[in-house]
């Protein structure tokens, strides 16, 4: 836990209630999204139990197994989950646009919308991860064929929870997770896992105290868990009912028994539907942050992309990477992990604040400036100078002594796309600048050399807010500078120690009776 979000979690116990910890929202919302509420029979690791879900808030869809031992109901329910989930994922394929990327710039087609997947927790998306890995090897044809349907949801489902690995991704969501990064609770990250009270302390009902309202919210017959997971009490009602069904004497007892298992699992599954559309009321009130669009662009180039595999092979995932695909996947991991961080800083001051604390950040005010310096070509970081590089110069004041050194690169947020290197840095009181001492005297003072962000131009005068003004104040970090990962070679080109050239992927017999659990 950072120390912002310590300071946050014990504002929030002492006022009662909760405190932000972003100024935006870090996350895509869909319009809309689709709702997924699945609940496991206990004991088995994806054994389908029920499920509510749906785009429409008002109009919830509710999936039962009566016998959730019985595998040609489960996969009953999963052909049911998929006349939810496939429509909706066609529809996302509907519009396209046209855009530029990779070197050089060539045009490219991806979808203007995107599935989004949003689960109650962490253990929805684990549950996700294990149906699709469960369905998407399934044969449609001899014995125990499925429907077509079925492995095709299967494949969604897993390229869907591949992408939750990806911090940027908001293709595969949990409501805690969301609700968690943009508020914090007095109560503990494990108590956060429990959607009902992380929304009770964020929003509690007038009158009433966050902690007053958590403790109400955790009675399991106010709330009942959020799933996959049910409560043991329930499970005692529910095998009673199941096992009733199983012995009912006639097609009228049992259709009465199922009707009156459905009604248990409404009363298990409603409450958490309406808290899940809660949460998304309370994301959707925050602005999005500046890269939240950008991201969600690489979701759909990503999800076009996928979709034209199935469209050209439909093949689906192995049950095992290869060696090449395995480094590939890492590399993209590192990646989407330093820039989602630097991008939510860059986005949001408070994200900022975490790391000037932790001595990756300074902020300070510009208090003197050379918009027209000029150095000489080859280095050197003397003032004038011969006709040379256009090198602008600002000098910002700090009351701290800046936690970056000499000689570092920086970026600023209020200018992205403008490279800042910290000259000097000057003790005010009068030590000296290699003192590590940050609390004494009159300040201390950084020279930056500016290069870059100038419309273009390499010689004064630069466009008019490309260089900071006296008086602004500015930030200055050295986050959001990437590093290109190192190039992988071909899969062709795989060595020896590590399998060398991959074999095409063709599903066998094999992986279709994998077992569910």
Known sequence: MSLLRTVATLRAAALGRAERLTTVRHQ???????????????????????????????????????????????????????????????ECRGDSETYEAGRPKESRERFTRAPQILVPNQGGIAFTRLLGRSTRLRRTDGPYAVAPSVPTLGKWLTWAADQADFPGSSTLLSMTRMLGDHWATGQSSTEDAH??????????????????????????????????????????????????????????????????IEAELRTQLAPTWDLMWRGIELLRALPPGGHVEERWA???ALFTGYASHLDESGLPQPRRDH???????????????ARYESQRAFDDPL????????????????????PDRVIESGGGGGRGGKAGLFRPLVTLRTEQRPPIGEGET???????????EILTIRDLGGSDSSDSDGGAGNGFEADIQLSGGFGGKRKPPAPPGSIPEIGEQLCYTTLGQYVASAQLPDDADTPWTHGGPPQPYEPTHEDAEETWE
């Open 410 to 420: 920086v970026l600023s947020p209020d200018r992205p796309g403008q490279k800042a």
């Open 323 to 337: 060696a090449a695909g395995a480094a590939r996947r890492l590399a993209r991991l590192e990646d989407a992990v």
């Open 298 to 300: 690489l979701d759909r």
């Open 195 to 260: 959607l009902a009270a992380l929304l009770a302390w964020i929003d509690p009902p007038p009158g009433m105290t966050g902690a007053q309202a958590a403790r109400l919210a955790e009675d399991p017959a106010r709330h009942p868990p959020a799933g996959p997971a049910t409560d043991p009490l329930f499970d005692r009602t529910l095998s009673e009912l199941v096992t009733a069904y199983g012995t009912a004497a006639g097609d009228r007892a049992r259709a009465a028994t199922g009707r009156a």
């Open 351 to 370: 994200v900022m604040a975490e790391y000037e604390l932790s001595g990756e950040a300074f902020t300070g005010t510009v208090t003197a400036r050379e």
């Open 28 to 90: 895509q919302l869909a319009d809309p999204p689709f709702v997924f509420i699945p609940l496991a029979l206990a004991g088995e690791a994806c054994a389908p139990l029920a499920a509510m879900a749906g785009t429409d808030a008002g109009h919830p869809v509710l999936l039962t197994v009566e016998q959730p031992r019985d595998r040609t109901r489960r996969f009953r329910f999963a052909e049911q989950l998929a006349d939810l989930l496939l429509p909706y994922v066609d």
